[in-house]
C-alpha cells in the first residue's frame, strides 16, 4: 500500500463538488481564526480546541469534496476520502447504481478486500438532488461505457491496487487541527 495523488485520464466528478472545494477551505480555516485568535489573546484558552475541530473537520469535508473517478488508459481510479483504489478495466464488471442512489464499482471476482456489494466511490453517495440530476447514473453509463471500448486493450482480469489517497491542502488543514490541539493543551496549564 502506497501514498498516491490520483491525476489523469477524464475525470468524473460532482460539478457542485469542484465548485464547493474552495469555499470548503475558506470556511473552516477562517472559521478556526476566531477561536484562536480568542484563545491566544487570553480571552479564552479553550476556544483553541474550537479551532482544532473546526479545521479538522474541514479537512474531512476536503477530502470529501475531492472524491473523484479518473477514467485512464489501462485502469479506473477511485479516489475515495481515505483510499484510492486502482482497477484495471479487465478486473471491472461493471459500474452500477445501487438502491440507495450511490455509484458502485463491481469487480469480476470480488476478492477479500470488498464486500459483496463492490468498491462504494464516495464522491457519487447517493443523495436527494441525485435523484433529479442523475449524476451517479450518468457517471454508472461512462464508466461502463470506457471499460467496454478499453476492455479490449486491457489485459483480462488485473490485480486491484489501493493506496492512501494524497490530498496536501486536506492533510495541511490537520496538521494544523493537530497544531491546534497541542497549543490548546498547553494554554490549559
Avoid at 482544532?52 to 469535508?61: D, E, F, H, I
Wanted: aromatic letters at 8%; hydrophobic letters at 45%.
Amino acid at each position: 500500500m502506497g501514498y498516491r495523488w490520483a491525476t489523469g485520464g477524464r475525470v468524473l466528478r460532482r460539478r457542485s463538488f469542484r465548485v464547493l472545494s474552495l469555499p470548503a477551505v475558506l470556511l473552516f480555516a477562517g472559521g478556526a481564526v476566531f477561536p484562536a485568535w480568542a484563545a491566544l489573546s487570553g480571552e479564552d484558552s479553550g476556544a483553541m480546541f474550537g479551532a482544532a475541530m473546526c479545521l479538522g473537520v474541514g479537512s474531512l469535508a476536503l477530502r470529501v469534496t475531492r472524491s473523484r473517478v479518473h477514467l485512464t488508459g489501462t485502469s479506473l481510479l477511485v479516489v475515495n476520502p481515505v483510499m484510492t483504489y486502482e482497477l484495471p478495466y479487465g478486473a471491472v464488471k461493471k459500474a452500477e447504481v445501487n438502491p440507495g442512489g450511490s455509484l458502485v464499482i463491481v469487480p469480476k471476482d470480488p476478492g477479500p478486500r470488498t464486500d459483496e456489494e463492490g468498491y462504494l466511490v464516495v464522491g457519487f453517495a447517493g443523495s436527494l438532488l441525485d435523484r433529479v440530476f442523475r449524476t451517479s447514473t450518468k457517471a454508472a453509463a461512462e464508466i461502463n461505457k470506457a471499460r467496454r471500448s478499453r476492455r479490449r486493450a486491457a489485459a483480462p482480469g488485473g490485480e486491484t491496487t489501493r493506496s492512501l489517497t494524497a490530498d496536501p491542502v486536506a492533510e495541511l488543514l490537520l496538521v494544523a487541527a493537530a497544531a491546534c490541539a497541542v497549543v490548546a493543551v498547553f494554554l490549559r496549564w
